[in-house]
């Protein structure tokens, strides 16, 4: 008899399932989107390698980022903010974002500094968090609305002239390709612009609520992120 008849059955691994909260996005009539094909990927690669299986759900930013902070599961996408770190730890960088400025074609304005929102009023996601400059003259130099639940809300607050300008964060790196893409569904009736200058270019990371549980997960993620990247795979 062939002595692979004794061998050890093939190990399973056991993937530890791992609730991931991610920020809804909906289309012009509120309707929440199906997640994009590239950050499925994107999530399952870094799943893959950290030998965990993420259970994700969507839900409005705001309640996301809650529901994290109780440890309630592990927040995708979030950038890092004074304010924020107190109650989150974060993984390493898995993807940059660009913070664009949309406004309505015709009224674009030069944009360089933070001092160039001089008496806009800005509308932003809910639950979104800026820091630097942005988060230090809010209020101030420019006035803030964050109430609008979705980015489709907000444009119907711009072209009704309720706000001067809309942040906006894209994984595109041109200008020209966040406009593209805002103005199938959006610009029919008022044509949407994009200044060419961002606000700024952040890194995301992977949160977890400090202090809890859940965060014993952010070092695999971490190791899995630079083997990732170490292979050219992120």
């Not at 109780?70 to 927040?75: C, D, K, S, Y």
């Not at 015709?106 to 001092?115: L, R």
């Not at 610009?187 to 270019?201: A, K, T, Y």
Request: include cysteine.
């Amino acid at each position: 008899m062939s002595l692979t008849a004794f061998a050890d059955p093939p190990r399973v691994i056991n993937r530890p399932t791992v609730t991931l909260f991610l920020g809804e996005k909906c289309d012009k009539d509120g309707y929440v989107l199906p997640m994009e094909v590239a950050r499925q990927a994107l999530i399952d690669k870094i799943g893959a390698e950290a030998g965990i299986q993420f259970n994700v759900k969507v839900y409005p930013w705001r309640r996301a980022i809650k529901m994290a902070e109780r440890g309630e599961g592990l927040l995708w996408g979030a950038s890092w903010t004074k304010d924020r770190a107190q109650r989150l730890s974060y993984s390493k960088q898995i993807f940059n974002f660009s913070i664009w400025l949309v406004v309505i074609a015709g009224d674009e304005f030069a944009y360089q500094t933070i001092h160039d929102l001089k008496g806009k009023r800005v509308g932003i996601a809910q639950g979104a968090q800026y820091s630097g400059d942005f988060a230090g003259y809010r209020g101030t130099l420019f006035t803030v609305e964050e109430e609008a639940s979705s980015l489709s809300a907000r444009l119907a607050m711009l072209m009704q002239n309720r706000i001067d300008v809309v942040m906006l964060g894209s994984l595109y790196e041109s200008a020209y390709s966040v406009e593209t893409l805002l103005n199938k569904p959006y610009g029919n009736n008022r044509p949407l612009s994009v200044l060419p200058q961002p606000l700024g270019v952040k890194p995301a990371h992977i949160v977890a609520s400090r202090n809890h549980p859940i965060q014993q997960y952010l070092p695999r993620i971490d190791q899995a992120i630079t083997r990732l990247r170490q292979r050219g795979a992120l």
